[in-house]
């Protein structure tokens, strides 16, 4: 298998959508994944997988699916990392629209069709998630990514507010980039594009779920998680000082521990992140950059995930609720109670 060969013809025809699918030592769950697009209900597509370096039975079950289906375009490289393997497939994909697959992930019968659909019927929009249904190791739970690109802006702040394998996005609206995925990012490759496409253009998540993550321990892991941490308090930093918000250490150890992922380092006092939380509330929306409604809503969320990573008991329970960061709700209540308990 030498780097640079493909298989599968493409016709003349331009497809409406390119499915890109990077694949590496995917060979025990990749038939179930091509299988899910061989039933999807919007047949105008082709899929763009690339073979990046695997060392099991991958490349020729991609070969073995190519022989008979012509939608599939098959490249095969040494092992170079997921995002120049997206970058490749891009380069060589025709279709309009762009939807992103993972090799051990299924699609909905009728995944392709609604994204396709609302991309169409939403010229404003450039980027459609969807919501996720995890399964595999551990129960199943439904990824709620939020809805609106309002919510969605509001969760950038903290964190990626899409399941990028579940996610499509305009071709003319990546061709702006000179390329869509930055090699030096991963394995924030993807929330890295979504700060660059947040200047572009508008986002939405449908929700529906249109995706099963596949939870697995052959899941591709992040090597360093020390790292990973730095990098998305770095990126997630930077987005707040492009809006012109500077922190200084105390507010940035506070931001640092309120991402959608877990934090490293030492764990700042609550009444620092409740004060900083405050202030992004305030600070964030008189940006533009979301309203003001969305950034309270989603500072309420992190202030509970802060919360709860705590020791709990009544004492904490009177510091969440008294820090008027949580919002009067009824499943405020029902938080107050779980926080006392434990």
Known sequence: MNAGNSSAGQGTEVPLISVLLPVHNAAAFLSEALASLVEQTCRDFEVVAVNDGSTDQSGALLQQYAESNPWLVVLHQEKSGIAVALNRAYAVSRGRLIARMDADDIAEPRRLELQAEFLQTHPEVGVCGAWARTFGN???????????????RAWLVFGSAF????????RDVLAQLTRPY?????????????????????FHNLP???L??????????????????EELLRLRVGLLSRLGIDCNAVERRAHAALGLEPAHGARPQSQEVATWLKRLREAVPATGWCSPAALRAECAEAWWRFMRSGAGGPVEAWRYLSASVARPTLKTCFRVVRLALR
């Open 163 to 170: 399941v990028h394998p579940a996610v499509m996005m305009r």
């Open 212 to 229: 099963r993550y596949r939870r697995h321990p052959d899941q591709v892991t992040r090597p360093n998680q020390t790292h990973a941490g």
């Open 182 to 202: 930055e090699p030096a990012a991963p394995p924030l490759e993807d929330y890295t594009l979504w700060l660059v496409l947040s200047g572009l253009t508008r």
């Open 208 to 210: 529906k779920v249109l």
């Open 138 to 152: 551990g129960p199943g739970t439904v990824i709620r990514a939020p809805v609106a690109d309002d919510a969605i």
